[in-house]
């Protein structure tokens, strides 16, 4: 491996949350290793750690070892610059979506200028739940069988670390890419929604609209969607800044 | 899934040879299933059927249900036109390699055309021998981490898999295909390896020269890196139906 390729590792990491079988977390690590990923990231895991996990490991007790355990995804998020949620489900409401090769040609673009990202799994049973999406700016689905789509938490993490290893050797993207403008980071974006729901609770604008939750969702899609970068954020913020002493 | 891009998936038999852990046998019928693959031959198989194997199908039971069970490696390759040994080793002897992104490309070509692929998979702890690669006519390899490279059997199945399917996907072969000339079926092959081998032991050629397993596989490596034509095929087998009346 070249030291020039290992930008696109390094800066990527793995979220697994609400994993129930912890043989999956060993078995997701060694998929993990295979493809040159080590950022582990275990949210509120069940029990874990456990003989299982590092059985199925299989010499990537390194990568289980050094794993970050959060208790809310949040915090497994902080310092992000693009957070992709991983989704077998086609989800009713609209999401910004991408196959796992579109989204690994981004990942090549957004890393090798240093930024993060992270790719979060979601539960065996369900996958991701709305609440656990709404904090993702893309919804990666894994292309397959139309009449049945049932990979494996660990499966899935698999195929898409073998898709990034793929698309990061081809390299055919380092030459011809500009440098991205900084995008904004997870914390700041969760600050901006906080600053964003307090300036239009403020407003009364929930009250004469419909529910809270509901506006504050599509509020969140929109700009999760856009991918804000840290300048246009700026100006959002200064325009909530702005608004909110008008109606004082 | 069209009609049309059926025949890449219907043409393609997995085969695990000498699996040790059933529940990898399970898991390997889901990954084949969550990619369209449906054909699953098993070679002397350790504890199976059990229920481990059926757990972690997780639904991919029918493909579980139509393995069809094989004493033999030469038993699970009949009728087939294209045999891959998948091996993570990267092996002393010299043998015609592709990574699993070329195989799967000649996996469009040969199967869109009807022709039988067969992809192998070895056993857990050791992957295939070298007397079942003698079997195979090209190794392919998935590529990955340099430092650690531990596929589990079902991840490989997976990655191979998902690799096939969005090469389908993409069609992108389809239009300027040429229609492959008839490769020789494994069967034939076979045969004429036995009938090689009888004629070098009638003129004595194993005796005056080096050891005669060590011979036969270097020239079954030979004719199996060219991947014979059918039409090639019986010209060396006129030949080596002329020199043995000369001989007697």
Same mark, same amino acid.
């Given at each position: 491996?070249? !030291?020039? $390729?290992?930008?696109?590792?390094? +800066? ?11 043989? +999956? ?5 060694? %998929?993990?290793?295979?493809? /040159? ?8 895991? =069940? ?22 355990? /959060? ?16 989704? %077998?489900?086609? &989800? $009713?409401? =609209? ?8 989204? /690994?040609?981004?990942?090549? !673009?957004? *890393? ?15 996958? #991701? $739940?709305?609440?656990? @999406?709404?904090?993702?700016?893309? #919804? ?10 049932? @990979?494996?938490?660990?499966? %899935? ?16 993207? =380092?030459? *011809? ?5 900084? !995008? ?32 504050? &969702? ?11 970068? !840290?300048?246009?954020? %700026? ?5 909530? &800044? ?5 109606? =004082?």
């Amino acid at each position: 491996m070249k !030291k020039e $390729t290992n930008y696109t590792f390094d +800066n990527i990491r793995v979220v697994m949350v609400n994993t129930t079988e912890a043989g +999956n977390i060993g078995a997701g690590a060694r %998929a993990m290793k295979n493809m /040159c990923l080590s950022h582990l990231y275990l949210v509120n895991p =069940k029990n874990y750690p456990c003989a299982m996990a590092t059985a199925r490991a299989s010499g990537a007790d390194d990568v289980l070892a050094n794993a970050v355990i /959060c208790k809310t995804l949040s915090q497994a998020l902080q310092g992000v610059n693009w957070i992709i949620g991983a989704s %077998a489900r086609q &989800r $009713t409401i =609209k999401w910004m979506q991408m196959d796992v090769v579109e989204a /690994c040609v981004e990942i090549q !673009k957004i *890393t090798t200028f240093g930024q993060q990202v992270a790719v979060v799994f979601g539960s065996e049973k369900s996958g #991701l $739940t709305n609440e656990e @999406l709404d904090l993702c700016q893309v #919804l990666m689905t894994i292309p397959g069988n139309p009449d049945y789509f049932s @990979l494996n938490v660990a499966s %899935a993490i698999q195929v898409f670390g073998y898709q990034n290893f793929i698309l990061n050797r081809q390299g055919l993207l =380092k030459n *011809t890419l500009n440098k991205p403008f900084k !995008k904004a980071g997870f914390d700041e974006l969760e600050s901006f929604y906080t600053h964003l729901r307090q300036v239009l609770e403020h407003l009364d604008y929930f009250e004469e609209k419909r529910s809270k939750a509901l506006l504050m &969702r599509r509020l969140r899609r929109f700009f999760n969607r856009a991918v804000l970068e !840290k300048e246009e954020l %700026a100006i959002f913020r200064g325009i909530l &800044r702005n608004i909110k002493p008008f109606q =004082k």
